[in-house]
């Protein structure tokens, strides 16, 4: 599958995460909060570390544009990191944890949507898409080591199957993606 696309895959199973968070935190459901959380954390830190790991010094090479853009991102996902651990000594759902959460969110939101748009095209425009094929079979397989299902455990559900499970999740933009793209998306069940 095509980097910018399994990244992409990513940012919108956390996006997915993030508006069940914001349901449970207008139903103050600390439980379910705490949890999504948790998960959250769990996503962030595989995503960011596959990128720092391998996307990013590939990407930095291919243009000046993009290197500025690594930079930036590189520094957001040290703010994530920050938030994160200062999340994880604070009480959850209280006032400052629940801030907190927000802060992250909308960091990571303003993140996600400034590589989709601005790094992610100029990565298509100077690369081959054997390149990004390749590219996405290596974050793939880096994310399996640290833990996170792979592309293959959700690649021979159904269309349907993976719609539903897309539903479950809240994944944002599920009606319009096709078959691998969710297969990428969603979180096995």
């Known amino acids: 599958m095509d980097a910018t696309k399994l990244l992409t895959a990513d940012h919108n199973r956390v996006r997915g995460l993030f508006g069940r968070f914001k349901k449970a935190q207008e139903g ?48 957001e996902h040290h703010v994530a990191k920050t938030l994160m651990s200062e999340l994880r000594q604070i009480e959850p759902g209280g006032d400052q944890w629940v801030a907190k959460m927000t802060v992250l969110i909308e960091s990571v939101e303003h993140h996600a949507e400034e590589e ?4 992610f095209p100029g990565v298509r425009g100077k690369t081959s898409e054997d390149d990004r094929n390749s590219m996405g079979q290596r974050l793939d397989a880096r994310k399996r080591t640290l833990g996170a299902p792979g592309l293959s455990a959700t690649i021979d559900l159904t269309t349907e199957e993976l719609r539903q499970l897309a539903s479950q999740q809240q994944i944002p933009g599920r009606s319009k993606m096709k078959k691998e793209e969710l297969a990428a998306t969603v979180k096995p069940g």
């Open 28 to 75: 103050e459901d600390t439980e379910t909060m705490t949890s999504l959380a948790s998960e959250i954390f769990q996503e962030l830190e595989i995503h960011t570390t596959i990128e720092e790991e391998i996307f990013y010094p590939w990407a930095k090479r291919l243009s000046e544009e993009i290197t500025e853009t690594v930079d930036e991102g590189m520094e």
């Open 116 to 119: 989709e748009k601005e790094m």
